[in-house]
Nanobody, 120 residues
Framework: QVQLVESGGGLVQSGGSLRLSCSASGRIFSINAMGWYRQAPGTQRELVATITRGGSTNYEDSVKGRFTISRDNAKNTVYLQMNTLKPEDTAVYYC??????????????WGKGTLVTVSS
């Protein structure tokens, strides 16, 4: 069974920065696309940023220029550097990854989330 574990969330003031990490573990053969999503109270989960295995990235418009997604394939880890945080960034941030395990096929996986709270 594949596990995705996020870390790095917390409370930060408006204008501050946080760095989220997500590490995948289990019988992993390969990881294709990885991404970060977020869900604020009373809202639908939305895409924040994605990154392919080769490093191509895509960002939601509201975080462009402020957030940077990156990955370390050797460590099965994806990161989200969040700068110039705003109160509207407050949400539970979820890690997502397309993973092929040894002896099986590609499946999409979710982490349990890490809470980011930005105060004004």
């Amino acid at each position: 069974q594949v596990q995705l574990v996020e870390s790095g969330g917390g409370l930060v003031q408006s204008g501050g920065s946080l760095r989220l990490s997500c590490s995948a573990s289990g019988r992993i053969f390969s990881i294709n696309a990885m991404g970060w999503y977020r869900q604020a109270p009373g809202t639908q989960r939305e895409l924040v940023a994605t990154i392919t295995r080769g490093g191509s990235t895509n960002y939601e418009d509201s975080v462009k220029g402020r957030f940077t997604i990156s990955r370390d394939n050797a460590k099965n880890t994806v990161y989200l550097q969040m700068n110039t945080l705003k109160p509207e960034d407050t949400a539970v941030y979820y890690c997502n990854a397309d993973i092929t395990q040894y002896g099986t096929y590609l499946m999409n996986h979710w982490g349990k989330g890490t809470l980011v709270t930005v105060s004004s």
